[in-house]
């Protein structure tokens, strides 16, 4: 192969690595995920690597209550952020360390009609936040240039606020204090460097959590504190990439997430999950880079995400979705610039929840999303220049 393919292809490579608008997810569909836990710094080129990035959410939905009051908008806008840093320690050891926000949730109801809790069809009133912060450190073995090993701890922050309405009483939050948890990551992958080609199998561990809650209602006259224990789920996500000539990637993703053992339980409803998930989560990505010139990439993305068949609730009103993505990188000096977008397509569920203390009788209606984010990656020692020798 030339000196002018190989460059072509590497450029393209890296571009594929972390699409920012095939990485990045709105907290609506997806079972409370923003996104596949990021493991892609590891395989980064450079000596010493490092990247930030970030993204906006902006998601739309609607539905209505059994009275007929309209509600929207009860997804908040909402924002990601992460950064990495890669450094290879020898010619075929390296590490990584990795944060990200891979679960989150930001859902308040209140534009239906009426004061809040003057109408008990109504959600009004009704929020969660959910904030999950990870810290993940990653080392890579690699045996030769066709085949490694990874893995690595993960430390996991969490923290969530609940609020109803109406039950078990009016005016009733619950808040959690900040829980550490951990888990871990391990994955292999196979490399053909000749043609920059590349498989990898991740698998994520389940994190437990186990919260302190104090719940408060009827303005302040309801107080209680208590436990709850769950995990953020396990998962397993395959990426590969392929060239299909000088100037053009395939790249994809099929991912994998085991939500069985993960509900939202408060002290005072002990055998009655506000949120609960029985199954799990499936979907897929399909992409195309293409090379425009040495510096300049273009890729555009599909993603499916499959229905699972959970319950309606209030904090769960989609299942499945469909989303398309594009994004930019460009590559200055050294550095490199990915500017994205993702369009979200999200199968609404019309059934009536399943909720405190029976359904509702609300309709959800459009469930949309747009994500716009950027990544910034730079390469602070070149290539075979590795830190110890």
Known sequence: MTRSVSTSLRVLAVATATMLAGSTTAALAGKLERGYRNVSPIFEPGAVYGEISGAFIFPEASGSDSLGNDFGDFYQRDTDVGAAIKVDLTKNLSTAFIFDEPFGADIKYDEAGGPIGANPASPDGTFANLTVLSFT???RYKFNDNFSIYGGPRAQRAEFTVGL???????YVAD???DWGFGWVAGMAVEIPKFKARASLTYHSEVQHEWRIRETALGGLFTNEGRFSNQTPQGVDFDFRFPVSQTTLIYGNIHWADFSETALIVPSLPTTPILEYNGDNWAATIGVAQRIRKDWVLAADLTYEWESGEDTTPFRTADGEFSIGVASRHEYQGAALTIGAKYKF?????????FLPGPLGLSYGDHNALIIGAKVGFNLLPSGEVPLK
């Not at 109406?166 to 005016?171: I, L």
């Open 165 to 171: 309405p109406f039950f078990p009483a009016a005016g």
């Open 176 to 178: 959690s204090n900040a």
């Open 137 to 139: 450190s990653i080392t």
């Open 346 to 354: 999200i199968e609404e569920n019309d059934a009536n929840p399943a």
